[in-house]
Each structure stands twice: as C-alpha cells, then as structure tokens.
Nanobody, 121 residues
Framework: QLQLVDSGGGEVQAGGSLNISCAAS????????MGWLRQAPGKVREHLGA????????YYADSVEGRFTISRDNEKNMVYLHMTSMKPEDTVVYFC??????????????WGQGTHVTISS
C-alpha cells in the first residue's frame, strides 16, 4: 500500500528553524520526484518546492527561496524540508507529495496527510 507519512511539525519561535519529514512506502521511491506544499484554512495551496528523483535538481517558491531546503534520502525513502528564519505567516499545514513529473504541482499523484507547524512571535 502506497503511503506518505508527514511528521515533525510543532511550534517554533519566529526566526527559528524546524525540520519536517515525509516517510514513503509502498512504491519505488527513487522513481518519483517529491514536493512540499502547504495550505492554510481558506487559502490556496502553495507549492513550496520540489526535488528530482535523484535529488540533483530542486527549486523553490519565491516565498521560501533561501529559507527552506528540500532534501531526500533514497536509501531511507525519506524526504525532508528544512525550514529556517521562520515567520508567523509560515504557520500552516505542510504536506509532501510524490509524482513521476518533477516540478509540476499538477503532476503529484500521492499526498501525505500533513503536519502542522506553528510559528509564535
């Protein structure tokens, strides 16, 4: 059974850092590009960035460029989002997604359940 499980959310003070993770199972992880997205209640989902199958390519939305980094470990079937210089507006639910096409939000076919991050000021 294919599964993406997000974890690591919590509360961080503004300016702080947090790492969240996504554990994949049930599919050949290295064949899939991965992405991180977030969505606040009542707002449009935001595609934060993506990482290619081998991890050699990545890109980020302007809103998080320079603050967030995506990495992956194909041996552990894990993808990570390292977040720094966090702001109160980063308070949302974050979730990972996988797809065969790198960098295309509409190319994701599987989604994690999400992990909530709260930034306190």
């Amino acid at each position: 059974q294919l599964q993406l499980v997000d974890s690591g959310g919590g509360e961080v003070q503004a300016g702080g850092s947090l790492n969240i993770s996504c554990a994949a199972s049930g599919f050949t992880f290295s064949n899939y590009a991965m992405g991180w997205l977030r969505q606040a209640p009542g707002k449009v989902r935001e595609h934060l960035g993506a990482i290619s199958w081998s991890g050699g390519l990545s890109y980020y939305a302007d809103s998080v460029e320079g603050r967030f980094t995506i990495s992956r470990d194909n041996e552990k079937n894990m993808v990570y989002l390292h977040m720094t210089s966090m702001k109160p507006e980063d308070t949302v639910v974050y979730f990972c997604a996988s797809g065969l096409t790198y960098g295309k939000e509409n190319g994701y076919t599987y989604w994690g359940q999400g992990t909530h991050v709260t930034i306190s000021s």
